[in-house]
């Protein structure tokens, strides 16, 4: 698995160097919007019913304002806007790397 061995907030975006060596670079506004949390992206029951999230996509002039590696699995981002229960796994900032 592949880690985080660097993260630095570069102007308005994360950067993330890999155990790897690669890089990759995250704009603040699109992180935050990507935040995995449920007050973000809601929750599924048992029934598949979604209950929750806010829908909000744009968070324009949102910064990140610190993180916290959480164990050796995830980070949580701290956003200038309050924000700060989502968790995101190291497969999960990869994935978001994967879709640009």
Request: aromatic share 12%; hydrophobic share 30%.
């Amino acid at each position: 698995m592949k880690k985080p061995v660097n993260i630095q907030l570069i102007g308005q975006e994360i950067g993330i160097v890999w155990s790897d060596g690669t890089e990759s670079f995250y704009p603040c506004d699109q992180l935050r919007a990507a935040s995995p949390s449920a007050e973000t992206q809601g929750e599924r029951d048992i029934l598949g019913q979604k209950h929750g999230g806010d829908n909000q996509r744009n968070f324009s002039g949102v910064t990140v304002v610190g993180w916290q590696y959480v164990g050796n699995y995830a980070v949580r981002f701290d956003f200038s806007d309050g924000h700060r229960t989502g968790l995101y796994s190291y497969d999960y900032l990869l994935n978001l790397t994967a879709q640009k």
